[in-house]
Structure formats: C-alpha cells, structure tokens
C-alpha cells in the first residue's frame, strides 16, 4: 500500500479500496471455510485464547470484529475470523465490520504514504500500534457513550408530553 501510493498518490483512494476488497474476501473465504469446518478450525489456537475471542464476539457482537480489524500485527485477527464462522456470527456483520475497519486502516496507511512519502513507513512502523489502539479505545468508548445516553423514545415522547401538561 504504502509503496504504490507513494509512486502513484492520485491512485490511493484506488489502492486503498482494491486492498480493502482483497481483505475482506480473504476474510469471507476463511469465515465460510471455518463455518463449514466447525470446532475443527479452532484446534491451532489455544482453547484459553478461543474462550477469550468467542467471549468478546458474544459480548460485543461485531465491534470485537471491527476492532481486531484496527490492529496490527501480531494482533491476531484471523483467529476472529474463524471464531465467527465456527459459531456462525452474522455474515453480514461480520463483512461490515472487515470493510469499515480495513478500509480504515488501508486509507490511513495510504494517506500517510502520500503525506510523507518514503518516511511513511518508518512513521507507521513506530506509531501505528498506538493510532491502532487509540482508535479501538475510540470505537468502544463511542459505543459505550452511545449505550448509556441512547433513551427509548416512546419513554422520550412519553416524558416530553407529562412535562408540557
């Protein structure tokens, strides 16, 4: 990514988008594989590591997927991919959240080949780890504030009306 969008930078949005299709079918190929294999997928991954990773998709559903996405290795993200199709989490939320987060990802890898060039790679390879965790920290903290302010809205509608009378 960073060497084609530092050779041809008009083509990075291009770039990013080819990359993030790449993945998210390299994605979708090991999901339907995993889903069809079953527990047997599992067996190369420790059991704590697969009780750990099925825990986090059956406690925060597709934002566990969204953030293995963010990053980077070693974190490893194929062993959500086969988690989720083993338990068969959602396709569609599991496809949604590889292409929000890789094209995240792959567009700020691209942004910063075409902002700094050849240095953008030493400037990723020392800083993404925490622009990786800030922005997981991010999304769940978004997530999180969403949860605790979202109000039902008939009781909103239903407060609205008792305070007007």
Not at 61 to 86: H, I, Q
Request: proline share 4%; with cysteine.
């Amino acid at each position: 990514m960073i060497l084609l969008a530092t050779t041809h930078p008009r083509w990075m949005i291009a770039y990013a988008l080819i990359a993030t299709a790449g993945s998210a079918v390299g994605c979708w190929i090991l999901y339907v594989v995993s889903r069809r294999a079953g527990s047997r997928a599992l067996s190369r991954f420790s059991e704590a590591k697969q009780k750990r990773v099925k825990g986090l998709i059956d406690r925060y559903d597709m934002l566990s997927v969204l953030v293995a996405t963010l990053l980077p290795p070693p974190f490893p993200l194929k062993l959500f991919v086969v988690t989720a199709g083993v338990f068969r989490f959602s396709l569609w939320r599991f496809i949604t959240a590889i292409i929000v987060g890789r094209a995240f990802r792959f567009l700020l890898e691209g942004y910063f080949a075409v902002r700094y060039g050849a240095e953008a790679k030493a400037i990723l390879a020392k800083y993404y780890p925490w622009i990786g965790v800030a922005v997981a920290v991010g999304v769940v903290l978004f997530v999180i504030m969403r949860k605790v302010f979202k109000r039902d809205p008939a009781a909103a509608i239903e407060q609205t009306l008792e305070a007007g009378n």
